[in-house]
């Protein structure tokens, strides 16, 4: 029992023994054959763009990182970054929390904002969707921990910064890309790009399928993107992107105990007999104008559009939506001199509006024949329209050759109208929060060019979802306040044995306060009460490794680890104290590790490792998920059929030791009648993929 619980302790030191011995290896492989790691490159919108010198805990996942598995799943990406966990179930149910933050919604990813170059995935609504962009077409993914990034609205949780592919490579090249696996997985990709002296293109196609392994569950997304830039010069460049994606896909929901340990493949029997599915159509568009003012004053600004439409037949209504935003940003960088210090410094303004309408209708499927969901007349109207306005800036000042400061200061204000025309014809509501001063400060010490130890703290908050502002007549609840809190963070950077070893560790604790709960009254109506604290603490270790073990074989290694401590601190609900008692959703340790041994020839094998801690599913800590470990393996070769035509083919299989888990749980879920709560959505058993790719260059 002992062994089982701190496994992934023993793991963590036997990885690090092992990269430590390599250190006198390493020494007789003379520089000519060894390959240092590449210094990592984050977001120009940072006030720099060095991963060592940001004061702040960023989880990087290059191009590399995200096609490393099948590029259908995200989840198993995202997972791989410490003290950030994806929970998913059928590709459109996910939840996202960072460090502990985010982990009790319902249903869906909120305190985390998310963006698409410079375009906000994150809703009005609080609500991100990061799912349905195809891995393929993502250059970087990035993502704060904390509230440490004052430039994206100091969410609680973090951002989430995705950058588009806007070409793959100088000249011209079409490529094919498919995926085929368990349960009927299909993906088919298909891509041309263009890079030329003063503009570029990325077009790129994807349709995606799967039957789904549990019941109502099959799965079907297609997507068109294209991103690039033109009137590319020295001085300026207009970048534009959009991607349009359509998504249908059916829904098992969750299931109980006693399912879940005997029957995991079937879904809770009211949404199998409506037929219970999402289906959405979603467009996003920018264009951003980058330019040099002078030779130390720049502007970056861009416009945008974000549109969805959306239908959810449900066991209990049918709910359609409709979402319209549109929005601009507007950044200046630049640097200056006071004396002799040297500073930088990043100023700017974000506005977006979205216009949302949603209405529900009777769902008659009990009277369609067995033939699922059915809509009757409708029930709720509602239009609400949600402006957003953030002002930041932030300041570098390098102090010496080895000391650094930044600060920082976003400022925020929200303004919601609302109108309810169902059942009732009400007045148009106004309301609005006070306005949130959010300051980040930051120390940095560089010993020298490889090392780097910093110091944060920073204060972030959390809007309230329209949801939870509502009481449970449909009124809005003046007394409701956003979440908020203040993060401090210790951590370093490292580099060591040449640069072939980097390092990462942090430390952090942050106090949440007017803890916002939302209380279910309805199938699908919650009420949100501020009703205490929490507490969230704790360490993160990345490491990654390189090693060319000869002329012929080259050996990469990573480990994450997150070890915390989340709790309520101050808890009362219901008259019931939860004081003291872990955080519901969210396992308090996490490990991943994995080795890439790669040919000069073009073989390759990759093997990863994920451990979960189990997982509080209630407030009382009266039930938790089973920890759970899972094993993926992929191998490949890559060649050159004919000249300039690229092949890649690869075979993988995830969850290799058929370990049964629970991919996502439903935080504090009720009993429905006689039967038990139903907490579980059932993760994927051993299933097996290939990958077939052909890219030619012109």
Do not use: C
């Amino acid at each position: 029992m002992f062994l089982k619980k701190y496994r992934f302790f023993l793991l963590f030191a036997m990885v690090f023994s092992n990269l430590l011995a390599q250190e006198e290896k390493s020494k007789f492989v003379t520089s000519g054959k060894t390959q240092k790691l590449d210094e990592v490159i984050i977001s120009s919108s940072h006030i720099n763009d060095s991963l060592q010198n940001a004061p702040a805990s960023i989880g990087i996942l290059s191009k590399k990182d995200l096609v490393q598995n099948n590029t259908t799943d995200i989840s198993y990406v995202i997972n791989t970054i410490p003290g950030v966990l994806m929970q998913s179930s059928n590709f459109t149910t996910t939840r996202i929390s960072i460090r502990g933050i985010g982990a009790r919604t319902p249903y869906g990813t909120n305190k985390i904002r998310a963006f698409y170059g410079s375009i906000p995935l994150t809703s009005g609504n609080s609500e991100t969707v990061i799912d349905d962009i195809d891995l393929q077409n993502l250059n970087q993914i990035e993502v704060i921990k904390g509230p440490l990034s004052s430039l994206y609205g100091a969410g609680l949780g973090g951002a989430i910064l995705i950058s588009p592919q806007l070409s793959k490579m100088n000249g011209q090249n079409a490529g094919i890309t498919s995926v085929f696996g368990s349960f009927g997985l299909l993906k088919n990709s298909l891509n041309y790009s263009i890079d030329e002296k003063n503009a570029s293109l990325n077009l790129s196609f994807h349709n995606l399928k799967s039957d789904g392994w549990r019941e109502n569950s099959a799965y079907k997304r297609e997507g068109i993107t294209l991103a690039g830039e033109l009137f590319r010069k020295q001085k300026s460049k207009l970048t534009y992107f959009s991607n349009y994606t359509y998504v249908k896909a059916f829904i098992p929901s969750s299931i109980n105990k006693e399912d879940y340990e005997n029957n995991p493949q079937i879904g809770a029997s009211t949404w199998v007999a409506s037929q219970g599915f999402k289906e959405y159509k979603s467009t996003l568009a920018g264009l951003a104008y980058d330019f040099n003012i002078t030779e130390n004053l720049k502007n970056a600004t861009s416009v945008f559009i974000n549109y969805k439409d959306s239908n959810e037949p449900r066991p209990f209504d049918v709910l359609r939506q409709y979402t319209f935003a549109t929005g601009a940003r507007t950044q200046f960088s630049g640097d200056f001199k006071i004396g002799k210090l040297q500073n930088q410094f990043i100023f700017g303004m974000e506005y977006f509006t979205d216009d949302y309408n949603g209405n529900t209708f009777e769902n008659l499927y009990k009277q369609n024949n067995g033939q699922g969901s059915l809509q009757g007349k409708q029930i709720t109207a509602t239009d609400q329209e949600r402006h957003f306005y953030n002002i930041f800036s932030q300041i570098r000042s390098l102090l010496s050759e080895n000391w650094e400061m930044q600060f920082g200061l976003n400022y925020n204000k929200s303004h919601f109208e609302l109108t309810n025309f169902l059942p009732q014809k009400t007045a148009t509501e106004k309301y609005s929060y006070d306005g949130i001063f959010s300051p980040q400060f930051s120390l940095l010490f560089k010993p020298d060019q490889q090392k780097t130890i910093y110091f944060s703290v920073s204060r972030g908050f959390s809007l309230p979802a329209t949801e939870e502002t509502l009481t449970s007549n449909g009124t809005i609840n003046p007394n409701i306040k956003p979440e908020n809190g203040y993060n401090f963070e210790l951590g370093g950077k490292f580099y060591f044995f040449n640069k072939n070893l980097y390092t990462e560790i942090a430390v952090y604790r942050m106090e949440i306060k007017d803890l916002l709960v939302a209380k279910r009254i309805g199938d699908d109506q919650y009420e949100g009460v501020n009703a205490g604290k929490t507490l969230h603490e704790g360490i993160e270790i990345t490491l990654k490794h390189n090693w060319q073990i000869n002329r012929f074989f080259n050996l990469n290694s990573y480990l994450g680890t997150s070890i915390g401590k989340y709790e309520f601190k101050e808890f009362v609900d219901s008259g019931n104290d939860y004081s003291g008692n872990q955080l519901t959703g969210v396992p308090a340790n996490k490990v991943n590790a994995g080795l890439i041994l790669n040919t000069r020839i073009g073989f390759y094998i990759n093997a990863d490792y994920q451990f979960v801690d189990e997982i509080p599913m209630n407030d009382a800590n009266s039930v938790h998920s089973d920890s759970y470990s899972l094993v993926n393996l992929k191998t490949g070769y890559q060649f050159e059929i004919l000249k300039n035509l690229h092949t890649n083919l690869a075979f993988g299989i995830n969850n290799l030791t058929d370990e049964k888990y629970a991919s996502m749980i439903l935080p504090n879920a009720l009993p429905v009648g006689t039967s038990s709560p139903r907490y579980y959505y059932p993760g994927l058993p051993v299933n097996y993929y290939g990958t077939v790719s052909f890219n030619y260059l012109f």
